[in-house]
């Protein structure tokens, strides 16, 4: 029998589900927006597109079912007998429950995959990507399994076989958050200490060491609201289903934030190009000064003045992804 804590809990996370759901779409739009209306459209931008696309599709399943979910079990069964635990406990197994399941499931492997790729992008170290990849392969296992035994006639996420095969896949698929966010974070303010620290160098204001960056492009609230819920899974407390209702929602949103950033040009790459435009100042000494500028723009490395500082990051760019010579992380 579930607690009252944990239907209070389940309620909450129905209504922040919702609120949280919003923020998606906007995001969703925002990067569609920008994809659409390239004029020069690349290969990547398609793949923002559908991958986007597949994470609006996967968590709008997810928070459906759970509306559904209780829907019936508040309402439309309210005099169920034994109450709504009693109700949650008999059809927790439900199809439509098992498909919401396995929605969260792919929509947490797609954002694994992305949070790889960043780590990836950051490190360029083939044996980091290996051992992130093992992990990565543990946890398709692990999800699958949980699909399975959640859908059984008996199944019950939250008590049995499912629910150890829950806390097994919980607890590969965080590590892995807790991992790549970790590099992510560790690099971004290695890297930014570093420029810091050039005397030859001008640094006014570095967003790199900004919060918010540091936030979005490790995907930090992604992995802390894992974190959240295996603990409270662990001690067997109430509140752990609003922290999986947070943690699903944000394997959503933390990789489309991730993606806008790219799409508008904020983001670090693995590659870079240079890319011709027209010089829009002709007290630019050269076309290379110009970009270099943008790069520092983007990543709020210039000074008041906007003097162009002498460090070249891993920038966006949309249109190509081949190494330049003279960028190296």
């Known amino acids: 029998m579930k607690s009252s804590q944990f239907q209070n809990s389940?309620?909450?996370?129905?209504?922040?589900?919702?609120?949280?759901y919003g923020a998606k779409l906007v995001l969703y739009i925002i990067s569609m927006r920008s994809l659409l209306t390239s004029r020069q459209r690349s290969s990547s931008d398609n793949f923002y597109i559908l991958f986007s696309t597949a994470l609006l599709l996967l968590i709008t399943v997810f928070v459906v079912t759970q509306a559904i979910f209780g829907g019936e079990?508040?309402?439309?069964?309210?005099?169920?007998?034994?109450?709504?635990?009693?109700?949650?406990?008999?059809y927790a197994s439900v199809w439509y429950e098992t498909l919401g399941t396995a929605a969260s499931v792919v929509l947490n492997l797609l954002a694994d995959a992305l949070m790889i790729y960043r780590c990836h992008v950051?490190?360029?170290?083939?044996?980091?990507?290996?051992?992130?990849?093992?992990?990565?392969?543990?946890?398709?296992?692990?999800?699958?399994?949980?699909?399975?035994?959640?859908?059984?006639?008996?199944?019950?996420?939250?008590?049995?076989?499912?629910?150890?095969?829950?806390?097994?896949?919980?607890?590969?698929?965080i590590a892995l958050n807790i991992i790549s966010t970790a590099l992510i974070c560790g690099r971004i303010h290695m890297y930014a200490k570093r420029i810091s620290a050039d005397k030859d160098?001008?640094?006014?204001?570095?967003?790199?060491?900004?919060?918010?960056?540091?936030?979005?492009?490790?995907?930090?609230?992604?992995?802390?609201?894992?974190?959240?819920?295996?603990?409270?899974?662990?001690?067997k407390n109430g509140v752990e289903i609003l922290f999986l209702s947070t943690y699903t929602m944000f394997t959503c949103i933390s990789p489309q934030l991730i993606i806008m950033r790219i799409v508008t040009g904020r983001a670090w790459i693995a590659h870079r190009k240079e890319i011709t435009r027209p010089m829009t100042n002709p007290t630019r000494q050269s076309q290379r000064e110009y970009d270099m500028e943008e790069q520092a723009q983007n990543l709020g490395m210039t000074g008041t003045d906007s003097t162009v500082v002498n460090v070249e990051l891993h920038t966006i760019s949309r249109t190509d992804f081949s190494l330049s010579d003279d960028v190296k992380l």
Do not use: Q
């Open 10 to 20: 389940l309620y909450i996370g129905n209504n922040l589900n919702g609120i949280l």
């Open 73 to 90: 079990m508040w309402i439309a069964n309210a005099g169920y007998p034994g109450g709504p635990s009693a109700y949650l406990n008999r």
């Open 122 to 173: 950051v490190y360029n170290n083939r044996m980091l990507l290996l051992m992130l990849s093992v992990i990565y392969i543990g946890s398709i296992a692990t999800g699958v399994f949980l699909i399975c035994t959640s859908g059984l006639p008996s199944g019950n996420f939250f008590d049995g076989l499912a629910a150890k095969s829950g806390t097994a896949y919980y607890v590969t698929t």
């Open 201 to 235: 160098t001008i640094v006014l204001h570095c967003r790199s060491h900004n919060v918010v960056i540091i936030i979005i492009e490790s995907a930090l609230p992604y992995t802390l609201c894992g974190v959240a819920f295996l603990v409270s899974h662990g001690v």
